[in-house]
């Protein structure tokens, strides 16, 4: 059995820091737990309904050891939710904890009101029913807490899940989509524990830098591969900690989607970065018998200041890949995999600015009562977002899917070139991002926009914005009708 072990490291300004290392695993026997898919029914006029329960629980992350946790409709995490483009959803949410939460649905294109967030909390005992159309393309989205200032605590105790979204009317472009055989969601978190057992709360600059990284709960666990391709739904659903995922023999793989859907095409990759938020869907090849760890490596930041880390060590194995001695074959995956709907620079309304730095989003820490963007819906908007420290940020926008146009005025990355909810900010770079706020206006009820290391959210990096009817009175620090 291994403990969680942190090693105080004194910095060269003399100030202790806590810097813990991840520990790795005895072995990789646990299997890794698929995630179950929720139940829901179909009323007559076609809504489907599914409940969550958050409620407490335990969990034995370590052996021997019982850790306090928290979970949708169980001990840790929450079922998949999944549902169909054109579907009308409907969610009742139970809380059972002792304190209030809300949960948030993450990537999901909405009405303020149903979006989860700090102005829709659930009372301790009290049921929050939201309903919406699903109007998106296919997606890996998930679910989380979103109360205001508690987002970190709730989701590190283990209050998130997925939620899938397809589209009946997309083409067969050969991805394997079996769930739970070679289309498999995993969510990638860390975490401290104390001697006692209990969750660790304590952290530093980007809040709790784990020691004990899980995949969908399980420390040490492998997935049994069946076919020749396996889609992994990668979601990192820690609160403070980015990856770089690969995998330990350097194979390539392909990835398929970001956050809000499909690539125009697959990229070959041998590694994906992922801020807290973000979700990459990629296609792995195996050969049958074979073992391969996903593992993730040096994460490269950005020019983040020097001595800056994601912990003591970074590059461990998250799960094993153990492939059959016989694999059923799986289709090609298409060179083509969607037509993204082009979203132009010179389509764009408005240009917005957005320094982040601290806790503050241009200077200013999240206030509940002030609304600090005015959208006029119909509008496409180009957000200029620089991250202004030498610490990572990175910045998730609620309601809509959005393209990173570019990168201090160069292209981004193909990897970057889909639909995107959660961009990371390298620090001293300012990212172009350019989105529409098609529908749903509601001059009272703001969405969010934040930076997803979930501490930095709770401690104010976090501003509201709005979606209006044209003509409705728009007051703004940031905005600027674009000259075109
Ligand atoms: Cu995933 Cu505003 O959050
Ligand atoms: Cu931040």
Redesign the pocket.
């Known amino acids: 059995m291994t403990v969680a072990v942190a090693v105080a490291l004194v910095a060269g300004c003399g100030v202790p820091v806590s810097v813990s290392s991840v520990t790795a695993p005895d072995d990789f026997d646990t299997p890794v737990p698929v995630p179950p898919l929720a139940p829901s029914e179909v009323a007559a006029d076609g809504t489907r309904t599914f409940r969550l329960t958050a409620q407490e629980g335990t969990t034995r992350f370590l052996d021997g050891i019982e850790t306090p946790t928290w979970g949708f409709d169980g001990d840790l995490l929450g079922p998949t939710l999944r549902a169909s483009r054109g579907e009308q959803v409907a969610v009742e949410v139970r809380n059972e904890l002792p304190e209030p939460t809300s949960v948030?649905w993450?990537g999901m294109h909405l009405p303020a009101a149903m979006d989860g967030?700090p102005h829709q909390p659930v009372d301790p005992g009290e049921v929050w029913r939201p309903t919406w159309r699903v109007d998106q393309p296919a997606a890996t989205l998930?679910y989380?807490p979103?109360p205001h200032g508690r987002t970190e605590e709730h989701v590190y105790r283990g209050l998130a899940g997925f939620f899938l979204l397809d589209d009946p009317a997309a083409p067969d472009v050969g991805l394997p989509h079996a769930y739970g055989v070679d289309d498999v969601p995993v969510v990638v978190q860390d975490r401290n524990l104390d001697d006692d057992g209990t969750l660790d709360l304590d952290g530093g600059e980007v809040g709790v830098l784990g020691s004990l990284v899980t995949a969908n709960g399980v420390h040490g666990g492998h997935l049994t591969v069946t076919t020749e391709r396996v889609r992994l739904r990668l979601l990192n659903g820690s609160t403070g900690r980015t990856y770089a995922f690969g995998f330990t023999d350097d194979r390539t793989f392909l990835q398929v989607a970001s956050d809000g859907g499909l690539l125009p095409s697959p990229v070959e990759a041998t590694r994906v970065r992922l801020s807290p938020?973000e979700r990459a869907e990629i296609v792995v090849t195996m050969t049958p018998g074979e073992t391969v760890r996903l593992r993730s490596f040096r994460p490269d930041l950005g020019r983040v200041a020097a001595g800056f880390a994601m912990g003591a060590n970074d590059e461990f194995d998250v799960l094993e890949l153990r492939a059959a001695d016989a694999l059923a074959a799986s289709p090609e995956v298409a060179d083509v995999l969607t037509t993204l709907e082009p979203l132009r620079e010179a389509d764009a309304d408005v240009t917005r600015t957005f320094s982040v730095a601290g806790r503050e989003i241009n200077g200013r820490r999240m206030d509940m009562s002030r609304i600090d963007e005015t959208v006029e819906v119909g509008a496409t908007e180009i957000w200029e977002v620089r991250n202004d420290d030498a610490v990572p940020h990175n910045l998730?926008v609620?309601d809509v899917q959005l393209r990173v146009l570019d990168i201090d005025g160069g292209a981004p990355p193909a990897a970057l070139g889909g639909p995107k909810d959660?961009v990371y900010l390298e620090p001293r770079r300012t990212y172009r991002l350019i989105m529409r706020f098609e529908d749903y206006t509601d001059p009272a009820v703001p969405y969010?926009v934040?930076c997803?290391l979930l501490l930095h959210?709770d401690e104010g990096l976090m501003a509201q914005f709005v979606v209006v009817e044209p003509g409705a009175e728009v007051r703004s620090s940031t905005r600027e009708k674009s000259a075109h």
Do not use: A, Q, R, S
């Open positions: 948030h993450h967030g998930w989380h979103h938020g998730h609620h959660t969010m934040h997803h959210e």
